[in-house]
């Protein structure tokens, strides 16, 4: 599965972007998807998960009642619906897929390139 991220840029804190994750490849919409962020000199670290029917999510302590992940299994894609930003949320946005169902602290097995999120205070 290939999957490619998009939607990042600069926004003010407290403001709003919504990221996107397009898949493609064999079997696309039949995979758990997460989103995992890495600020600059840190290590990359989860944000959110969603099965494959989208009933169940899984979210980062720092980001729950702000982000929320889903996806569109017609369209092959994620999303990541980022509301209330602070400079903390500052940091490249990947997307990943693995088989199997959502598990928390599952790994990942396919990863997209990034997408920057830089939050100005």
């Known amino acids: 599965v290939q999957l490619q991220a998009s939607g990042g840029g600069l926004v003010q804190a407290g403001g709003s972007l919504k990221l996107s994750c397009a898949a493609s490849?064999?079997?696309?919409?039949?995979?758990?998807m997460a989103w995992f962020r890495q600020a600059p000199g840190k290590d990359r670290e989860f944000v959110a998960s969603?099965?494959?029917?989208?009933?169940?999510?899984d979210y980062a302590d720092s980001v729950k009642g702000r982000f929320t992940i889903s996806r569109d299994n017609s369209k092959s894609t994620t999303y990541l619906q980022m509301n209330e930003l602070q400079p903390g949320d500052t940091a490249v946005y990947y997307c990943?897929?693995?088989?199997?169902?959502?598990?928390?602290?599952?790994?990942?097995?396919?990863w997209g390139r990034g997408t920057l999120v830089t939050v100005s205070s």
């Open positions: 490849g064999r079997a696309p919409s039949s995979r758990t």
């Open positions: 990943a897929a693995q088989t199997g169902p959502l598990v928390p602290g599952m790994k990942f097995d396919h």
């Open positions: 969603i099965s494959v029917s989208g009933l169940n999510t």
